[in-house]
C-alpha cells in the first residue's frame, strides 16, 4: 500500500485560508468515507483534528474543515493563525482493516 | 481524560527483540479497539497494528507482519507490541492509539525504538 499524496510544504499568511490536498487511489479514499487528519508539532505527539472525512472532535477550531470527492481529501484552515504553523498528516482506512497516512504537509504562517 | 503512556522503548542490535507497553487510563479500555502507529526520525506516520476490543480481530502492516504481535490485557488496561526480528528500519518513535470511527483518536507520547549495532 502506497502512502497518500501530500504536498511537502504549503505556506500562508495570518488571515487567510489555506488548503492542503491528500490523493490517494480507489482502494483508499476513493473507497472509505473514513479519511482523518492529524496536526503535529515538532517533537510531539500528532492529534486528531478531523475524521470521517469532514467531522471535528470535541474542541478543535471550527477554523479547521475537510471535504471528500473521488480519490482526493482536502483540510481548509480558514483565518490562519501562527498557532498553526505545524506538519499535517491525512489518513484513509483502506476497508481491508489496514489504513495509510499520507506523507505529511509543512504549514509555514508567513 | 483520555490518557496513553508507552514505555519499553530503548536500543536493540538488529534481528533482536522488544516489547513496547501502553498503560491506558480515561475511557474504557475493554470497550475500544487499539492502534500502533510509528514515525521514523525526520519522516512521516506510519500505521503498523490494529487490535479489536476484545482481541478477537487482529491486522498488521505489510512491513512488520510476521515480525510484530500486538495484543492486550483488558483486565490491566495495557496494550502490548512485541517486536522481534528488528531491522535498522524499524527505529522510530512507537505511538499507541485508540481507534474510534477508524480515526486515531487518542494518542501517547511515544516511545523511542533504536535499532543499530
Known amino acids: 500500500q502506497s502512502a497518500l499524496t501530500q504536498p511537502a510544504s504549503v505556506s500562508g499568511s495570518p488571515g487567510q485560508s489555506l488548503t492542503i490536498s491528500c490523493t490517494g487511489t480507489n482502494n483508499d479514499i476513493g473507497a472509505s468515507y473514513l479519511v482523518s487528519w492529524y496536526q503535529q508539532y515538532p517533537g510531539k505527539a500528532p492529534k486528531l483534528i478531523l475524521y470521517?472525512?469532514?467531522q471535528r472532535p470535541s474542541g478543535v477550531s471550527d477554523r479547521f474543515s475537510g471535504s471528500r470527492s473521488a480519490n482526493t481529501a482536502s483540510l481548509t484552515i480558514s483565518g490562519l493563525q501562527a498557532e498553526d504553523e505545524a506538519d499535517y498528516y491525512c489518513c484513509s482506512y483502506t476497508g481491508r482493516l489496514s489504513w495509510v497516512f499520507g506523507g505529511g504537509t509543512k504549514l509555514a504562517v508567513l | 481524560e483520555v490518557q496513553l503512556a508507552e514505555s519499553g522503548g530503548g536500543l536493540v542490535q538488529p534481528g533482536g527483540s522488544l516489547r513496547l507497553s501502553c498503560a491506558a487510563s480515561?475511557?474504557?479500555?475493554?470497550?475500544?479497539?487499539m492502534l500502533w502507529a510509528r514515525q521514523a526520525p525526520t519522516k512521516g506516520l506510519e500505521w503498523v497494528a490494529r487490535i479489536w476490543s476484545d482481541g478477537t480481530s487482529i491486522s498488521y502492516s505489510e512491513s512488520v507482519e510476521g515480525r510484530f504481535t500486538i495484543s492486550r490485557d483488558n483486565a490491566k488496561s495495557v496494550l502490548y507490541l512485541q517486536m522481534h526480528s528488528l531491522r535498522v528500519e524499524d527505529t522510530a518513535v512507537y505511538y499507541c492509539?485508540?481507534?474510534?470511527?477508524?480515526?486515531?483518536?487518542?494518542w501517547g507520547q511515544g516511545s523511542l525504538v533504536t535499532v543499530s549495532s
Open positions: 480515561g475511557f474504557t479500555f475493554s470497550g475500544s479497539a
Open positions: 492509539a485508540r481507534d474510534s470511527e477508524y480515526a486515531f483518536a487518542n
Open positions: 470521517g472525512a469532514s
